[in-house]
């Protein structure tokens, strides 16, 4: 299991009960050498086959490979233990790319010069520029003006990031790390100032589980808009 410093790991644990096996009490879930809040479990004790889950606070623990083990005791019988391997590599580096044209380019010193959403996408290296971004949790990004270019992050690893152009300026984006690193990205933005739009308004209607449903939605421009 790859990882970084920082950030909290979340294993499934699994526990299968043979030959009739019961323990009213319930199985016992530790993680030896390591206690909570470091190496908690839920839920814990295990009552009934299936598992639990083990959420591992990786702060106090350098990069490298851990060898790990989780034990269970319960039932009378001896400790049944699992071992893992814990892979935590430290960020090196965090790049920002967007595509004005066919092909990714670096965000950084770009000129955005229109109003709306630009996508783009991150790349998080380690410190032997081994491309990590998709073993880890995304990184929190934010801008240091989101009235001029806002940052949207998209809940889902296979959605679009996008920045949000809402007026001209500089702005500095900055990712950070779980263990409180950080890292800037400068770029601006330079839009006309006409048209613009000046307001909006959204009417919901309630949403029923009904075809047919029909929502309004008005905005007013200074100049005619297409």
Known sequence: ?????????????FADFH???TSP????????????????????????????????????FAPGVHELTVQSMGG???????????DLRQIGNVELFYTPFSSPVPLAGATLTAQGDTSFSTRVTDTNGVDIT??????????????????????????????????????????????GRTWLTSLSSSV???????????WASPMPNTLGTTNHFAVAGTHSMS
């Not at 009378?76 to 814990?86: D, E, H, K, S």
């Not at 702005?171 to 790390?177: E, F």
């Not at 006309?192 to 959204?202: C, I, K, N, Y």
Request: charged fraction near 5%; proline fraction near 11%; charge should be negative.
């Open 192 to 202: 006309p100032a006409q048209p613009a739009f000046v307001s909006g308004t959204f």
């Open 134 to 179: 998709w073993d880890i949790p995304a990184l929190p990004i934010v801008s240091s003006s989101p009235g001029i270019i806002d940052v949207f992050l998209s809940a889902s690893p296979w959605g679009n990031n996008s920045l949000l152009v809402h007026g001209s300026g500089n702005v500095t984006l900055t990712a950070t790390s779980p263990d």
């Open 1 to 13: 299991m790859i990882a970084t410093p920082g950030q909290k790991v979340k294993l499934a644990v």
């Open 19 to 21: 030959n009739g096996f």
């Open 76 to 86: 009378g019988l001896q400790p049944r233990v699992a071992a893992f391997t814990l």
């Open 25 to 60: 009490a319930g199985l016992q879930c530790s993680m030896p050498g390591y206690s909570s809040p470091v190496a908690s479990f839920s839920p814990n004790p295990v009552l009934h086959e299936g598992g639990t889950l083990l959420t591992l606070d990786t702060s106090g």
